[in-house]
């Protein structure tokens, strides 16, 4: 199962558009994880359209409609694996205990926020992941999204792609 993972998209904002390269890989998923930060609902709804199922979270600036459709947590379950989503992951200092605490039946949490790409695998079996943002790099090098790859026994597989 391959897994598109976005969050931070900031849509709409003037003539901004996801990149192409990011729009294919959506499209080419099995299923789409945004970890919040759509800002208005027709972005969801965009989303919803292309064709794979959208497991969303609420971002600190989305509308209120979306604030009525999303949950500011979740547990996608995907391909065999169990995902946590959030948008605020708290500071960088034990982010990745405080994550697990967050979600501890999980092999997986994605978040957004930052802007800024990180991985984390603990080497027990439990990893975050924030693939930054496809529209709004801020300090990071490139606008940028993640896929996933469910493997044998809910294993996740993270890749970080840069999009523009």
């Given at each position: 199962m391959?897994i ?5 998209t900031?849509?709409?904002?003037g003539?901004?558009t996801?990149?192409e ?5 959506l499209?080419?998923?099995?299923a ?12 969801l709804?965009?989303l919803?359209g292309l064709?794979?199922?959208v ?9 209120a409609?979306?604030?009525d ?7 996608a379950?995907?391909g065999?694996a169990?995902?946590?989503m959030?948008?605020?992951?708290g ?7 405080r994550?697990?605490r967050?979600?501890?039946?999980t092999?997986a949490?994605?978040f957004g926020?930052?802007h ?15 693939p930054?943002?496809?529209t709004?790099r801020?300090?990071a090098?490139a606008r940028?999204m ?6 044998d026994?809910g294993?996740v597989a993270f890749e970080l792609?840069?999009v523009g």
């Amino acid at each position: 199962m391959r897994i598109a993972i976005v969050s931070d998209t900031h849509l709409p904002r003037g003539s901004r558009t996801l990149p192409e390269a990011c729009v294919e890989r959506l499209v080419s998923a099995d299923a789409i994880l945004h970890r919040g930060d759509f800002m208005a609902v027709e972005v969801l709804d965009w989303l919803e359209g292309l064709g794979p199922p959208v497991h969303g979270v609420l971002g600190n600036v989305d509308d209120a409609t979306l604030q009525d459709r999303l949950p500011e947590r979740h547990v996608a379950e995907v391909g065999g694996a169990r995902i946590g989503m959030v948008h605020i992951p708290g500071p960088k200092a034990g982010r990745v205990e405080r994550l697990r605490r967050l979600f501890p039946d999980t092999e997986a949490v994605v978040f957004g926020h930052t802007h800024l790409p990180e991985h984390a695998d603990t080497g027990d079996g439990f990893q975050v992941f924030n693939p930054g943002s496809p529209t709004e790099r801020r300090r990071a090098p490139a606008r940028t999204m993640g896929m996933a790859t469910v493997g044998d026994g809910g294993r996740v597989a993270f890749e970080l792609v840069a999009v523009g």
